[in-house]
């Protein structure tokens, strides 16, 4: 008998119901500003990944010939040399590469600690989430610099590229506060929620709750916080390497490039020129981005 | 208010001492004291002064020491000793910082000050314009104010305004009558970033306090568009503002490394990264302790000014 009921409902048309997501894409999209900035920062990443590969000098080579001298064609030093006669569009692909990693890897910590730590106290709540937060509070209290410059020389490596994971987790590990107490303020509210109760009045089950409807409400301030947080880690590893505790050479970063530069200012302005408009470009594109990605996921703009 | 002013005074007590201990243990952690340095100490005279200073003990101990002070000595934390330097010989921590401390305040509460007047009045601006060329403009400064280290912006206003343009000192201070001169490009380059921050809040949250229905009532009732943003719409547009500026300001008061450096100021910000990489485990404590000192106290104050400038918590 079955087989004889045709199916003849008409298919339902597809209107499509907009993803959250694809909401939100579409006005990220709509912002001029947050687009160009995607771009910027999509190119820059590219320039970071491949520039090493395909620029014709290394970072670390030097032309004992020509040091500190002016943008030219000849030899193709178009950016000119450092004091050690060291190639500068290459020295500044290579600060750009690292200054974005520290910048991604460090803010990976301080999301993965602050998230989970945040999140763990506020859906506990009670005793464990006071506990938790009085412990935030203490940190909080105790400055940045004097927690880096702790953290950076209880462990100590020879190896450049160990030091420099080290600086990841260093402030990494300071980032992570504020990121807890967002995450913590953000599941506190929104268990209490008039939507999470009518899913749950809806029968939605504990899983679908937190999928459908808090997660998306907290993914916004978290990535929000995330492309905004990478600028400021930036800065700061600008800061270590101005105190002489960031990035060693002969590796590099924007910071250490500027620090460098700004010694030279007088004598050779293209060392400070060019690091300097390569940070500003940069950080100015991921703050672009982090705004518009703020409107785009904002629940509110719906 | 009062009442709850003072509960959480006697609450930060506690806290005081919590992190006091954290920053004690984790400074010990660091390999290396301040004896232990490239000055070729005899080991014999070395380790003579570690007894002096008591940092052959155990941590724990040392804490106690640090806090309650010996019984043959006296001092410590609670008859108000901050200890001796263990870097600069015949120097007591109190004294450093009772000298340095002045000129990291002024700087600080300068540049608080400076940044909140340009930096909500801005913001105020940006939001009345939204998404006008004004609006642009003012944020991409404002962006772009937090874009440059100040170890970079703090040189090039040397180099122009101080050396080229012979306008302002480029460094150093002076306690005269043209002290004040001394003071202003390290107050800008510390503002900038301040300035910054406090813009792009205020014009976030005075789009949304125009939106808001307290707002739409004080336009409905007829008063004049003045009176309805500067009298209405700010109070509650500041909120953010004050939560913010309260732990910024501990941070900027507790000096900066890079301003003083850079400018060459005797202030605590400098000492304190010193300190810090020396391992004067004293005077390292003394700078955390006035900085969480600071943390608390402007903390509170932001709350308190907080309630005071919401008008739903006014009649409670």
Redesign the interface.
């Known amino acids: 008998m079955s087989d004889i009921l045709i199916d003849d409902t008409p298919q339902p048309l597809a209107v499509k119901g907009r993803s959250l997501w694809e909401d939100a894409r579409r006005r990220l999209m709509r912002n001029p500003?947050a687009v160009t900035s995607l771009y910027v920062v999509a190119i820059l990443v590219l320039i970071a990944v491949f520039g090493p590969v395909l620029w014709i000098h290394k970072y670390d080579t030097i032309f004992r010939d020509s040091v500190s001298i002016a943008p030219t064609w000849t030899d193709w030093h178009i950016l000119g040399t450092d004091t050690e006669g060291r190639d500068m569009v290459a020295r500044l692909i290579l600060g750009l590469g690292i200054s974005m990693l520290v910048g991604l890897a460090a803010t990976i910590v301080a999301l993965t600690i602050g998230v989970l730590w945040g999140a763990v106290a506020g859906f506990i709540g009670g005793w464990v989430d006071d506990a938790m937060m009085?412990f935030v509070?203490?940190?909080?209290?105790?400055?940045f610099?004097?927690?880096v410059?702790?953290l950076m020389?209880?462990v100590q490596f020879d190896d450049p590229v160990l030091n420099l994971v080290l600086i990841f987790c260093a402030i990494g590990a300071v980032e992570w506060l504020t990121m807890a107490r967002i995450v913590r303020g953000q599941t506190l509210s929104l268990r209490q929620k008039e939507f999470v109760e009518a899913a749950r009045a809806a029968g939605a089950k504990p899983l679908q709750i937190v999928l459908r409807h808090v997660v998306p409400n907290v993914v916004g301030p978290v990535v929000v916080f995330a492309t905004l947080n990478i600028?400021v880690i930036i800065?700061a590893e600008?800061?270590l390497s101005?105190?002489g505790l960031g990035v060693q050479e002969p590796l590099t970063s924007l910071?250490s490039l500027?620090?460098a530069?700004?010694d030279q200012?007088?004598t050779a302005p293209w060392m400070?020129i060019a690091p300097?408009a390569t940070?500003?470009i940069t950080?100015?594109a991921l703050?672009?981005l982090g705004d518009g990605l703020r409107d785009a996921l904002d629940p509110k703009e719906r | 208010m009062l009442a709850q002013a003072v509960r959480r005074l006697a609450l930060a007590i506690p806290?005081l001492f919590?992190?006091i201990a954290?920053?004690f243990v984790?400074?010990h952690?660091?390999?290396?004291g301040p004896f232990t340095s490239e000055r070729q100490v005899p080991h014999e005279i070395e380790r003579r002064l570690e007894a002096e200073y008591g940092l052959n003990l155990p941590v724990e101990q040392q804490l106690l020491r640090y806090i309650f002070g010996t019984k043959e000595r006296g001092g410590g934390l609670i008859r108000g000793d901050l200890g001796p330097s263990m870097t600069y010989k015949d120097k007591n921590v109190g004294d450093i910082i009772a000298e340095g401390a002045p000129t990291s305040a002024i700087l600080g509460l300068s540049a608080m000050a400076l940044a909140l007047a340009i930096g909500t009045f801005l913001g105020v601006i940006a939001a009345l314009r939204q998404n006008k060329s004004q609006d642009?403009l003012i944020m991409?400064l404002a962006?772009?104010g937090?874009?440059?280290?100040p170890?970079?912006v703090g040189?090039?206003m040397q180099?122009f305004l101080g050396v080229q343009w012979q306008l302002l000192p480029t460094a150093g201070l002076h306690r005269d009558e043209y002290g004040l001169r001394y003071l202003i490009l390290p107050i800008f380059t510390l503002s900038l970033p301040i300035i910054a921050v406090v813009s792009r809040l205020m014009r976030a949250s005075m789009i949304e306090a125009l939106r808001s229905n307290a707002i739409r009532t004080a336009r409905a009732k007829g008063l004049p568009e003045r009176q309805v943003i500067w009298r209405h719409a700010l109070p509650i547009a500041m909120l953010p503002i004050v939560s913010y500026a309260g732990?910024a300001l501990a941070?900027v008061m507790?000096g900066s490394?890079?301003i003083e450096?850079v400018f060459a100021l005797p202030g605590i910000g400098k000492q304190?990264?010193l300190a810090?990489?020396q391992r004067d485990y004293t005077l390292?404590m003394g700078?955390?302790l006035i900085?969480?000192f600071l943390?608390?106290l402007l903390n509170l104050a932001a709350d308190l000014t907080y309630r005071a400038l919401d008008p739903r918590s006014r009649t409670a």
Do not use: E, H, W
Request: proline share 8%; hydrophobic share 65%; with cysteine.
């Open positions: 500003a009085r509070d203490v940190l909080y209290a105790i400055p610099v004097f927690f410059i702790v020389t209880v600028p800065l600008s800061f101005f105190i910071g500027l620090s530069g700004k200012m007088t400070l300097a940070m500003l950080l100015l703050n672009f | 806290t919590a992190i954290a920053a984790l400074m952690l660091a390999p290396g642009y991409a962006i772009a937090v874009c440059l280290p170890l970079v040189p090039i180099l732990p941070g507790a490394f890079v450096t304190f990264v810090a990489q390292v700078v955390v900085y969480s943390i608390i």
